[in-house]
């Protein structure tokens, strides 16, 4: 298998969520056994050449790739979600979408300090997602070595937002 291969299984959904919005779905990858774990072997070859204590994963879709990854590398996954999905204490990050606004959230006591960290989710459209997530991970004192991503649409200059973090992604649009 190689990339190319990823991109064709990438399905395109016009006017999704909202009109205008071209969406990139994931699920026929993740239906694929083959995909997915080719997907995952991509993935976990970039993260070869970073240290890191922990995989955070942004809800929902970024736990798709995170928590597998994690485990294949033996090291912890640190959830970060949308609001009133944690059970404990947790700082709170709003962000704006291409199609609207959200929060994230992120148990207090996720990480020790001086934890190093990537930061991972399926897409990287405007960056504001993950920049919040990026914050989240300060706000616990953990340095945030990579923002890993599978899709890329470099169209909205996501990576323009993350200037001042390492950012990847395997596949762009």
């Known amino acids: 298998m190689k990339t190319d291969d990823l991109y064709n299984i990438i399905r395109d959904v016009p006017d999704f969520p909202k009109p205008g ?14 995909h997915f774990s080719y997907c995952l072997d991509v993935l976990q070859q970039i ?17 798709v790739f995170a928590a597998p990854l994690a485990d ?23 962000y704006d979408l291409e199609y609207g606004s959200n929060t994230l959230e992120i148990h207090r006591d996720a990480l020790e300090k001086g934890s190093r960290v990537v930061v991972m989710d399926d897409l990287l459209a405007t960056g504001g997602t993950a920049l ?12 945030v070595v990579l923002d ?10 996501g990576t323009k937002v993350l200037e001042d973090y390492p950012t990847k992604t395997i596949l762009n649009f």
Request: net charge positive.
């Open 72 to 94: 294949r590398l033996n090291t912890g996954f640190v959830p970060i979600r949308k609001p009133g999905k944690l059970p404990w204490k947790s700082y709170q990050e709003s």
């Open 132 to 143: 919040a997530a990026n914050k989240l991970v300060e706000k616990c004192d953990g340095t």
């Open 21 to 34: 919005i071209l969406f990139k779905d994931i699920t026929p990858l993740l239906k694929s056994p083959q």
């Open 47 to 63: 993260l070869s050449d970073y240290k890191f204590d922990y995989i955070a994963g942004i809800e929902s879709r970024g736990f």
């Open 148 to 157: 890993l991503f599978v899709i890329g649409l470099s169209f909205l200059n």
